[in-house]
């Protein structure tokens, strides 16, 4: 048998001319009542209808099942098109889903927080790109509610619910988190997005196709994720915020399901009132003058295989015993690359050390190379140098150096390799420096060419 609900609305007048009389009245407010014929569920149990192993659509029939959620996006910044994003609860949500409606200008109707009910009958369930999703079976397909059905699907109530965000770690992230409004805390983006020669926007560069992604890491693990802004949002051409703190959003997924990605409803998300944390690198101070005599030099033009590089005194190290740096040419012109794209190596760390360097009596000392970046997904390159080279990597006592790693494009091979010029004066004796990767299949994968490494001095 089948219950019918009630759910009370308080409509509330406001007195427009505040006239000091006893001629008047204060208005009482007035409630109304909803009226819902059938059962109510939650997206948990919506959700679970969907089965990951056929990912077969389900389509809901002769249920008479309204499903209570809450808004949590809004379209007004351009940031979310014709979907909501719903979630059970206000505070401590367990679960969340995409609602697909066929409409503009969600956000003056269904506004963040609101609570609504949706009339699951006549709409279908499937996952898209890792995502549950809601919306209406074509064949093969789950397409958004057409305007004109919206009515017979959605019922808006009076209340919106202040949103409380889950918090999160960077590692904490599940699938059950996906579609749920987060806030990440002591967070910042990548210091590679604010170099001298440019200052990345949230979506505005001309890399950008559909989505600007970019790295956020956490300042207490070092975990990163990924922010994702829409070329067509309306702050897409605003600076990214330099300082640290913290970001509401939603979690959810990159277009081919490959990591987690969040996404904000404004730049308003950003609460970025604290000073960087980026590491503490190795500071020789201001070149003033540089050297003319070249103490060491590398453009792998004769380094047509793995052999030919170690015989130069080059070690080639994968702590987990997986592929490492790799010979490889663009435009004629040879190099050494190192990505983790189909490596099936989660965690992928490599280090290409330098054979010994002698400084010893030198002054005016600088280290300069050039890096080019391919089908960027994460910052992943590093330098390091130490004047106390073990043998090992993993052994050694590393000075981190602030090298200008560059931020290529998503989706295609880079055009341009940017070149990094570092004083080194201050280091003294036999020196090993080396390029650190560390990344991993599927989520962080980043291509980097690596050529023209010179050091020179007096």
């Not at 308080?10 to 009389?21: A, D, G, R, W």
């Not at 367990?94 to 409606?101: D, F, M, S, V």
């Not at 009515?151 to 918090?167: F, G, K, N, S």
């Not at 309306?234 to 915020?241: N, Q, V």
Request: charged letters at 25%; aromatic letters at 12%.
């Amino acid at each position: 048998m089948k219950r019918k609900f009630y759910i009370p609305i308080l409509v509330f007048f406001t007195c427009i001319s505040c006239v000091k009389t006893d001629d008047f009245e204060l208005p009482k407010s007035e409630s109304k009542e909803i009226s819902i014929t059938g059962d109510i569920t939650g997206i948990s149990a919506v959700k679970s209808n969907f089965n990951p192993e056929t990912e077969d659509i389900y389509v809901f029939s002769e249920t008479n099942t309204w499903m209570e959620a809450y808004v949590v996006s809004s379209d007004e910044g351009g940031n979310f098109y014709k979907e909501l994003v719903l979630q059970d609860k206000p505070e401590n949500p367990t679960a969340g889903i995409l609602l697909l409606i066929d409409d503009n200008s969600l956000f003056e109707t269904y506004n963040f927080g609101r609570k609504i009910y949706v009339k699951l009958d006549g709409l279908a369930l499937w996952s898209n790109n890792g995502v549950h999703q809601l919306g209406i079976q074509n064949r093969g397909d789950v397409l958004a509610i057409p305007s004109s059905r919206i009515d017979d699907h959605i019922l808006r109530t009076e209340e919106t619910a202040e949103i409380i965000p889950l918090e999160l770690e960077i590692s904490e992230f599940t699938e059950a988190h996906e579609n749920l409004f987060i806030k990440l805390k002591k967070v910042q983006f990548n210091r590679n997005l604010f170099r001298a020669n440019h200052h990345f926007t949230f979506a505005g560069e001309t890399t950008d196709e559909y989505d600007g992604e970019r790295q956020l890491e956490s300042c207490e693990t070092e975990a990163t994720t990924t922010l994702s802004s829409s070329t067509f949002s309306g702050f897409k051409s605003l600076y990214l915020p330099k300082n640290s703190g913290s970001v509401e959003g939603v979690l959810s997924r990159n277009f081919y399901d490959d990591y987690f990605v969040i996404s904000v409803n404004s730049p308003d998300a950003f609460n970025f009132d604290a000073e960087r944390c980026d590491p503490e690198f190795l500071d020789c101070g201001n070149q003033t003058n540089q050297g003319l005599e070249v103490l060491f030099e590398e453009d792998f033009s004769t380094i047509t295989t793995l052999d030919k590089l170690e015989n130069k005194g080059w070690s080639n190290v994968n702590v987990n015993g997986g592929q490492g740096f790799k010979t490889s040419t663009f435009n004629g012109d040879r190099h050494i690359r190192i990505s983790a794209f189909n490596t099936e190596e989660t965690l992928l760390e490599a280090w290409l050390v330098s054979p010994p360097i002698d400084l010893q009596g030198a002054t005016d000392i600088a280290l300069s190379f050039e890096v080019m970046a391919s089908y960027d997904n994460a910052s992943i390159l590093g330098l390091w140098v130490t004047e106390d080279y073990s043998g090992n990597p993993l052994s050694t006592a590393w000075k981190q150096m602030d090298a200008k790693i560059p931020v290529g494009p998503t989706n295609q091979y880079g055009k341009h390799f940017l070149k990094t010029e570092l004083n080194i004066s201050c280091l003294r004796g036999e020196i090993h420096f080396a390029f650190k990767y560390l990344g991993g299949a599927p989520d962080k994968t980043t291509t980097y060419d690596i050529d023209n490494i010179r050091i020179t001095g007096n």
